[in-house]
């Protein structure tokens, strides 16, 4: 792993990976550690809406079950932590200004089962962001989160914002040699607001819709991990990001280097 240059844009990326030192039991998620009561599951065929500086999870009947505070200056103060937790490699795409990302599909394999397990956390994923720390992503989990798991691969799609909130799909166990089929789609806007659909098309129960939330304009495939101590902590050989696809409303493909 290499250490990463300093930039603008690697401090936006930390923003979203920060340590919150207060605020009673953190919980792990994929946009960092999150007070344990600001993490949500999404009950099966629910959704979640951003509605003025709330962010609403309603259930399929269309009952708001739960309303969360979406504005960021309710957050608590985080801390920053040290470099080699977090992001530790990646790539990025940032939109400059073209037509809406409307889709970003990316696929891998689920690697082996690490050899050890020292109680570390792999986060593998693609993922949207807006202009902050917010972020829309279906991710492929080793080890321990706020939304369960342990010493065995699993997925679930997550939105976790830049108010301290996280919500995710039921997680879902997966097989080493298991393909995954990556997504997230532009389903509407209105041209100020924006609607999002993330989900493994092949694994069924992680579809997660965002509503009225801000465009995502930064597009990244990320190894995220917490805790490793040893070499062994990863999963051996290679994980190949593949079949890696951005379209811009319009169905245009940006050059991307
Ligand atoms: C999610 O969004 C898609 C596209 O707009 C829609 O077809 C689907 O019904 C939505 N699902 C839920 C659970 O709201
Ligand atoms: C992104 O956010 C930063 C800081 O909040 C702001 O200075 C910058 O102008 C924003 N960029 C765009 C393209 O909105």
């Known amino acids: 792993m290499h250490i990463l240059p300093a930039s603008a844009v690697i401090s936006l990326l930390l923003a979203s990976i920060t340590l919150a030192t207060q605020g009673g039991e953190q919980v792990l998620t994929p946009g960092g550690y999150r007070s344990k009561s600001e993490v949500y599951e999404l009950p099966t065929g629910g959704r979640l809406a951003h509605v003025g500086d709330t962010i609403q999870i309603i259930e399929a009947g269309g009952s708001v079950t739960h309303v969360a505070s979406a504005d960021a200056a309710d957050s608590i ?7 080699l937790e977090g992001w530790i490699a990646f790539a990025w795409w940032l939109n400059p200004g073209l037509a809406p990302i409307a889709s970003f599909r990316t696929t891998w394999e689920v690697p082996p089962v690490p050899e050890t397990d020292h109680g570390q956390t792999v986060f593998l994923f693609n993922a949207l962001q807006p202009n902050g720390s917010s972020i ?18 699993a997925v679930a799609t997550w939105h976790v914002d830049d108010a301290g909130n996280a919500f995710f799909t039921p ?11 990556a997504i997230i789609t532009l389903t509407n806007t209105d041209g100020t607001t924006f609607d999002y659909n993330a989900q493994f098309t092949n694994v069924p129960g992680t579809a997660m819709n965002l509503t009225g939330v801000p465009q995502l304009t930064f597009a990244a495939e990320t190894l995220e991990a917490y805790r490793v101590t040893a070499a062994s902590d990863y999963p051996s050989g290679s994980s190949v990001f593949s079949g890696i696809d951005l379209t811009l409303a319009g169905g245009v493909r940006p050059s991307i280097a």
């Open 77 to 83: 103060e985080p801390a920053r932590q040290d470099f």
């Open 136 to 153: 829309l992503q279906p991710v492929l989990q080793y080890g321990p989160s706020g939304a369960g798991g342990g010493s065995f691969w």
């Open 171 to 181: 997680l879902v166990p997966v097989s080493p040699g298991q393909t995954l089929n």
